[in-house]
C-alpha cells in the first residue's frame, strides 16, 4: 500500500534546505566559542569566571552557571507535564505541541547538566565524588538522583514510546533514516492490542512523572531554601515559587518553539489559534501566581523580617542590583497584561502570545539570577562587608553555547523525526504484514518480564538508598560516609531499571497462537 505520507516524510523531517543549514552553521560555530571558552577554564582554572569566596575576597560562589542550571531545569518542568497532562486530561487542543513539549524537556535536563559541570571546577572529580559520597541528607543528593538521573530518563522513556507508532510509520518509506525508525519502531504493526497497551502504559507513566516533577523541582527549591544562614534564601517559599516559576518559563519557550515551527514547517493549519489560546491561558494563570510570590516575599523580608534580610531586598528594589530586578517584575507584569487582556476580550493574537513567551523567559533568567546572586554578595550574617559578582566573558560564552546546542539539538530531532504525531487518513494504516493473519496474545510471561523489571528496580534502589549513609540513632546526623562506596551509583540505577519496566512491558514479543 502506497499513501501520501510513505511518499514524502512528514513535517520537513529530511529536509536540509539552505536555511536549515545556515542555523546549525551558525548555531556549531556559538558552541564551538563556548567550547573554547570552557577550555580556557578547565586550563586556567574558575580565578577566568567572576566567581571568587564569599566574604573573603568580596565575591559569589555560585554565580551564572547556577542560575542557569535552575532556568534549564525550570524550562524542561513545563514541557513534559504539559505532554503528561494532555494525557491525562484528554487535552485534544494540545496534542499537536505534546512531543515539542517532551523534546524541549530531555534537551534543557541536559543543557543543566551541561550547566553543573561547568560549574564544577573540577567535573571529573565532582562527578565521582557525587556517586561515591553522595548522601540523602543533602538536597543535592535528591537533586541528582531525581532531576538528572529519575526526571531525564523517564522523559526519555516516554518519549521513546510515545513516538513508536510514527516511527513505524516512517519506516515504510525507503531512505538513509529507515534504519533509525525501524529501529524506533520495534516492530510495531499497529494493532489493536498494541493500542491499547500503549494507551495504558502511557497513561500510568504520565500519572507517575506529575508527582515526580513536582518533588523533583521542590527538592531543587530547597537547596536555597534550607540555608537559615543566608538571607534572601531561607523561605518555605522557596520549594512552591520554583514549581511555578518552572512553568512560567517553560510555557513561555514552549509558546516561543511552537511560533518557531508553524512559520518553518507551515503548520498554520495543526498549529492554529486554539493552540496558542490555551498556552497563553496557562500562561497568565502561571505569571499571577508567581507574581503573588514576589509580593509575599517583598512584604515578609521587609516587615517581618531581620535587618540582614532587609538589607538583601535594599540591594534589589534600590541598589546595584535594582536594574534587574525592575526588568524582572516589569517583564512579569507586562506579560500577565498581554495574557489577561486577550482572556478578557476573548480576541487572541499569535503574535502578541508569542510576545508574552519571550517576557516571560527574560524574567524568569534575571528572576534565577535576583535569586542566586544578591543573597551572596550582601546581608551577610559575618562581618564580612559587601561583596560584587559581574560574569566573564568566559561564563557569558559558555551560556550562549549552551543555548545554541540547544538550538542545534532541536533543528536537528526536527529534520529526524517527526516533531508532531502523524495522522493517517480514513483509509490508511500501518501495514501489518503475517500479524493481521494470526492472532496475537499477551501471555502472562509479558506481565511477569515487568513485574520481574520493576522490582528489580525497586529493590535496586531501596537497597543503594539504605546503603548511601548509615541511618539511625547511631549515625552523625551530619558527617557520614556511604557504607559501600558507589552506594548512590546503585540507588540511580535502580531508578533507571524502575522506569525500564514500561519498555519492557510494550516491547516483550507476543506469544503467537498456532494455525
Known sequence: MTTQIMRKLPYGV?????????VM??????????????????????????????GTMGGVAWGLYVAFVVYFVGVSFAGITIAALIRLLS???LRPVARMAEVLTIISLVLAALAIIADLGQPGRGIINLLSYARPQ????????????????????????????????????PGRLQRLFRLWAAGYADTTEERVRHYHTAWWLALFILPLLVIAHSTLGMVFGIHPGRPGW???????????????????????IAAVLRKTLRLGQQLDI????WLGNFLWVLTAAYLYFIVIDFLVAN??????????????????????????????????????????????????????????????????????VPSQTHGNLLPYPPGAYTPTWVELAIIIGLFALG???????????????????????????????????????????FILTLMAGVVLAVIGFSLVAPLGPTAHPMYSEPRVRFAPLIFVAGIITTFLSPVVYELFPDKREKN
Open 14 to 22: 529530511g529536509e536540509w534546505g539552505r536555511g536549515v543549514r545556515l
Open 25 to 54: 552553521s551558525l548555531a556549531l560555530v556559538i558552541v564551538g566559542v563556548g567550547l573554547f571558552a570552557y577550555s580556557r577554564q578547565l586550563i586556567e582554572g574558575e580565578i577566568v569566571t567572576g566567581m571568587r569566596d564569599i
Open 91 to 93: 487535552l485534544e487542543r
Open 138 to 173: 543533602s538536597p543535592f543528593f535528591g537533586t541528582f538522583t531525581l532531576v538528572i538521573s529519575a526526571y531525564l530518563f523517564a522523559s526519555l522513556v516516554y518519549l521513546y514510546l510515545d513516538g513508536r507508532r510514527d516511527a513505524a510509520i516512517c519506516a515504510q518509506r
Open 234 to 256: 531561607y523561605s518555605a517559599l522557596q520549594a512552591p515559587s520554583f514549581v511555578v516559576l518552572a512553568g512560567v518559563s517553560g510555557v513561555g519557550l514552549l509558546i516561543v
Open 274 to 277: 486554539q493552540v496558542f489560546r
Open 303 to 372: 516587615y517581618g523580617g531581620g535587618s540582614r534580610e532587609a538589607a538583601v531586598f535594599k540591594e534589589l528594589v534600590s541598589g546595584s542590583y535594582a536594574w534587574l530586578f525592575w526588568l524582572t517584575v516589569s517583564s512579569f507584569v507586562l506579560c500577565f497584561i498581554l495574557m489577561f487582556g486577550q482572556f478578557a476580550t476573548r480576541h487572541y493574537s499569535i503574535s502578541l502570545v508569542v510576545i508574552a513567551g519571550v517576557l516571560a523567559n527574560v524574567a524568569a533568567i534575571g528572576k534565577r539570577d535576583v535569586i542566586v
Open 407 to 449: 538550538i542545534l539539538l532541536y533543528v536537528v530531532f526536527t529534520k529526524v523525526f517527526p516533531i508532531m504525531e502523524i495522522h493517517l487518513g480514513r483509509n490508511e494504516a500501518i501495514p501489518h504484514g503475517e500479524d493481521t493473519r494470526k492472532r496475537r496474545k499477551d501471555g502472562g510471561m509479558r506481565k511477569r518480564m
